[in-house]
């Protein structure tokens, strides 16, 4: 895997040394040909100029910082192109209008889900939920606002409860409403997607946001809301799950 290394090194630019092992167990894992060829372009086009460091692994992806020839951050959301992440986001494709006609091959359904956080992104923006700004998707990958300092992501709520929980939470249903008002469900709201700016909330992971159109709209949202007020009572002891119904 030497090789991967170096063309990663040589053309996708600056790797922080403190990332050394992980960084190139990272590239193995998830920069596999086509990924790697994906990232290309997205530099050849101008998207983004340098991949700085790795934000989070997960099973089905991988996040990174990544600067702009400006040398603006960008966080960049990378799907893995396998059957696992394939089976995971099949039902929530499966049923959603807007993708009726997107390939069939496991390859073509996952960047059909990089679109789809894609919109899922923009929509929820446009309606005014705060949610990071979407830049571009291009196969797997999803470009958007980064949201943290130099060389670490704001916290989640579960890593950093709010100081205010009340206050915190008046503005987090006021981003609901607004994709509420859109009629999405979110699919997957709870303290482990919902990011503590300096006190103020932001939702990430939208890919499996589904429409009023899709089968699992409602029951999607009763499980956020039921997740919602499961966390807030530890903050906020009386709190009815009334409050929830959003
Ligand atoms: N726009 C962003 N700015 C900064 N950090 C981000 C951003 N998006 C995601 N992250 C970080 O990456 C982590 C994983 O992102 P996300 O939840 O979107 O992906 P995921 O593949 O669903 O991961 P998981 O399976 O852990 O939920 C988040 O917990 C957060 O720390
Ligand atoms: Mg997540």
Redo the contacts with the bound molecule.
């Keep these: 895997m030497q090789g991967r290394t170096e063309v990663l090194d040589r053309k996708i630019g600056r790797i922080n040394a403190t990332y050394g092992q992980d960084w190139k167990k990272t590239i193995d894992d998830v920069f596999d040909e086509v990924t790697l060829k994906n990232l290309q372009q997205l530099i050849s086009q101008g998207i983004i100029s340098t991949i700085e460091n790795v934000?989070?692994t997960?099973?089905?992806?991988n996040?990174f910082?990544a600067r702009t020839i400006r040398g603006e951050n960008r966080?960049v959301?990378i799907y893995r192109i396998n059957t696992a992440t394939f089976r995971k986001l099949e039902k929530y494709i499966e049923g959603d209008t807007r993708f009726k006609n997107s390939g069939n091959s496991p390859r073509e359904r996952i960047f059909t889900w990089a679109q789809k956080e894609y919109k899922n992104l923009h929509s929820m923006r446009a309606a005014g939920a705060n949610v990071?700004k979407p830049y571009h998707v291009h196969k797997n990958i999803v470009v958007?606002?980064?949201?943290?300092w130099r060389f670490r992501?704001?916290p989640?709520i579960r890593e950093l409860p709010p100081k205010e929980p009340e206050k915190f939470l008046l503005m987090l249903k006021e981003s609901i409403k607004s994709y509420r008002n859109q009629k999405l469900s979110h699919g997957?709201l709870s303290e482990?997607?919902i990011?503590n700016r300096r006190e103020e909330p932001f939702i990430?992971?939208v890919?499996q946001a589904v429409p009023d159109s899709h089968p699992l709209y409602s029951q999607l949202h009763e499980r956020d809301m039921k997740n919602l007020h499961r966390f807030w009572k530890k903050y906020i002891p009386n709190i009815k799950k009334e409050e929830f119904q959003i």
């Design positions: 934000i989070a997960g099973k089905e992806g996040v910082r966080a959301k990071p958007m606002q980064y949201l943290g992501p704001y989640t997957d482990y997607n990011i990430i992971d890919g």
